[in-house]
């Protein structure tokens, strides 16, 4: 079974080619255009802007991604399915991949899978690390999308690799979303919390932005804590003693904002300040992981979205999980999987049935888990 996943939910315009062979799915290809870096002049996303970009780049992208998946074969690809993200994001960037997904599925008579974004990120646990011929530009422009001739990103093969086994922990981090998930099944899972403001990766970002740091802000912070001591200025961390398994980061953004306000942050100590910023935000959702298997034991936790690219969050979830001493498995998808991708949804499409018309499919930018 070989699945074509589209994703345009919000300023990634990404296609794959993914094949599902005895049990195992393999990525044939992988292409993701990006226009943050156009969203980061101005500081963030603006929606029309960022649809645009959407409209210039999903041809192009699907086009470079079969042709692609086709080297990987030695032949053309023979689609079966395609698998698109409905839901949740801005609306005018979902809408180009909805659109674009229904014509083709009507002109290929291809069945078609809507996939819900949030969902779509946790299946990124199920693609196995692999040696991809993938692509990621810049700008999310005909131009700038390199052609992928060669093996481009090279992953060290992980013979470990098991896919995540239910019933399983998922914790969501993401620039639109933090949640916390109890799956038990494909397509069986409860919502346990989520955050009750601001997600984890807008957290990041403004951070970031109160610091003068490009956006996405993340990588950024990630980048200069390394260098940083959590400990030298005092913030807050998020919902900390709380009982239950919500997150809230509007607080702390606030604790950001009069820190650097009252100028106490200077060149030399912005190091210190972003480690103390990356610390608390891990920590606060190390909490509630903590929290959530004390009441769901499991012997799975995944985690999943843009945040969980954070070497720091993954590394102190291990120690966490390893000194529960209960043989927890942590999954933690590779990098580039993390952020927005089509492979995730390509993935997550293999689990679930197409709808009977494809052509009735809209997007819902509110859709929730
Ligand atoms: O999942 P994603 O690509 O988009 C959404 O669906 O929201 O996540 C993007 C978010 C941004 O807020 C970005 O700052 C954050 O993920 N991010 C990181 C890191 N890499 C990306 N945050 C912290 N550390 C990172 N290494
Ligand atoms: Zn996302």
Known sequence: ???????????????????????????????????????????????????????????????????????????????DVIAVTYGPGLIGSLLVGVETAKTLALIWKKPLIPV???????????????????????????????????????????????????????????????????????????????????AAGECFDKCARLLGLPYPGGPHISKLAQKGDPKKFKLPIPMKGSKDFDFSYSGLKTAVARIVGSEQVTVDSKTDFAASIENVIVQSLIDKVILALKKYPVKNVMIAGGVAANKKLVDRLQVTVDSLKSNIRLHVPPPRLCTDNGAMIAAAGFFQKPIKNPLSLQTDPNLSL
């Open 1 to 79: 079974m070989i699945i074509l996943g589209i994703e345009t939910s919000c300023d990634e315009t990404a296609a794959a080619v993914l094949e599902q062979k005895n049990n195992r799915i393999q990525i044939l290809s992988n292409v993701v255009a990006s226009s943050a870096s156009l969203q980061a002049k101005y500081g963030g996303i603006i929606p029309e802007q960022a649809a645009r970009e959407q409209i210039k780049s999903i041809i192009p992208v699907i086009e470079e991604s079969l042709r692609l998946a086709s080297l990987a074969q030695g032949s053309s690809i023979e689609l």
């Open 116 to 198: 819900n974004h949030l969902i779509g990120h946790f299946y990124a646990n199920w693609i196995p690390p692999s040696v991809v011929p993938s692509e990621r530009s810049s700008r999310g422009n005909l131009d700038s999308i390199k052609i992928a001739t060669s093996v481009a990103s090279l992953l060290p093969r992980n013979d470990n690799f098991e896919v995540p086994a239910f019933p399983c922990l998922g914790l969501l981090v993401s620039g639109g979303h933090t949640d916390l998930v109890l799956f038990t099944d494909h397509g069986k899972y409860k919502y346990l919390g989520g955050t009750r403001d601001d």
